[in-house]
Structures are given as C-alpha cells and as structure tokens.
C-alpha cells in the first residue's frame, strides 16, 4: 500500500468554483500535514500547513485533517485561472524531516 | 522575502560523470534536504543533512550520492557517476526546525530546483 495516495486528475474546473482536492495516507504515526502548488517545471510552493485533526483556513484556501480516517483535503473556492498548477499533499514527522508526498493532483481553471 | 535558491537551472551531463548541484538555503535554517521528481512521478525524498551529518537518508541515497555543507551558505548534492536513471528535477528545501516540534517551523521551503539530464 503507497503511504500517501492523491488522484492524479486531471481535474477541469470553471472559474469561480469550488474545488476539492483530497489525499489518503496509510501511516498513522504521520504529523503534520502539508499542501504544496508546484508550477510547471517549478519547485514546490507551499500553501497550508496543519498538525492537528480539523480545520485551518487561509484567504481562498481551506486545509483539512481527519486523522481518525487518515483523510486530508484542500479546498480552493472561488477559483481562478492563476490556481491551475499541480497540488501536492505531503505527509511527515515520522523521522527527520522527511517528507512524504502524494502523486500530485493537476488542476486547470478555465476562465 | 527569504527563499532557497539553486544552481545551475539546467545541467546535462554524459553518463559516469560526477556532477555536483547547489544550494544555498534560507539563512537562519538549519536543517537541509534534498528530494527529487523525475518527470510525471512523485517528489521523493533523497536525505536530510543537521549539523555537518545526514540525519536521515532514503534507499535512493546510495553511495553514489554525497551531501556537503562546505561553508557557511552552500549546500551540496554530488553525484559521483551518473547514470540515466539519475535524470530528474532534484530541489532543494530547508527549514528552522527537523519536523518534530510540531508547529509552522517545521515547515520545508523549497528551492525552484535544477534539472539534471543525463546523456
């Protein structure tokens, strides 16, 4: 079993929707949770940080944790053309600093 | 604002050669990491570098691979032979505190990586 699984998309989105991204993990000793945006050919850029179970909101961007179902997701509303990028989820504090991260998930907003 | 930064963009290289990446890290960090994306597959893991040691180094980093902080700025990634499979972004990231104490420092911030292309 991968330890972190994310649906690869593509997703296709209209401006102004609301957009759902989610991740699965199999470790239950895992942390902390992150959501990166990674550009073509760019290095990660990260958006959300979360430790605990629950929610955590910044601007347009809502991070979600249930940890009693290893289930984490990354809400965008209100969409816009700017936020079509690949949204990595990854996982860590199992050990030093590793990381461990979802396949990445290709979002498009199309005006 | 502070960010990770690496060079060269681009490297290709013939297979056997030894390449050597850079990094230099956002300045009050002290804990480094290199991961690695070949294209269309997952950003992996490859070591996390504290105080002049490897604190934690995945089934990639073999032997081929070396990590060095040679002064105070610069990290390092050295491949010592090439080979194909070793084409691939390789980034760098780097942060306050190594991912145990639970709050924002832990947080990796990567730099916009180089891509290596082996021959």
């Known amino acids: 079993q991968k330890e972190v699984e994310q649906d690869p998309g593509p997703l296709s989105v209209p401006e102004g929707a609301i957009v759902s991204l989610n991740c699965t993990y199999s470790n239950s000793a895992f942390q902390y949770f992150m959501w990166y945006r990674q550009y073509s050919r760019k290095g990660p850029e990260l958006l959300m940080y979360?430790?605990?179970?629950g929610n955590k909101e910044d601007g347009r961007f809502t991070a979600q944790v249930d940890k009693s179902s290893k289930y984490i997701s990354l809400f965008i509303r209100d969409s816009q053309p700017s936020d079509s990028a690949t949204y990595l989820c990854?996982?860590?504090?199992?050990?030093?600093?590793?990381?461990?991260f979802g396949q990445g998930t290709i979002l498009t907003v199309h005006p | 604002e502070p960010e990770v930064t690496q060079t060269p963009s681009h490297q290709v290289t013939q297979m056997g050669q030894e390449v050597i990446l850079r990094c230099v890290p956002i300045?009050?960090?002290?804990?480094f990491y290199w991961y690695r994306q070949i294209l269309g597959q997952k950003v992996e893991f490859l070591v996390s570098?504290?105080?002049?040691?490897?604190?934690?180094k995945s089934e990639i980093f073999d032997d081929q691979f070396s990590v060095e902080r040679p002064d105070g700025s610069n990290f390092t990634l050295k491949i010592r032979s090439t080979k194909l499979e070793d084409s691939a972004m390789y980034f760098c990231?780097?942060?306050?505190?190594?991912?145990?104490?639970?709050?924002?420092?832990?947080?990796?911030?990567f730099g916009p990586g180089t891509r290596l292309t082996v021959l």
């Open positions: 570098f504290y105080n002049n040691e490897i604190s934690e």
């Open positions: 300045s009050n960090h002290l804990y």
């Open positions: 990231a780097s942060s306050i505190s190594p991912g145990l104490a639970g709050t924002s420092t832990d947080t990796q911030y």
């Open positions: 990854a996982t860590g504090g199992t050990s030093y600093g590793k990381l461990t």
């Open positions: 979360t430790y605990s179970s």
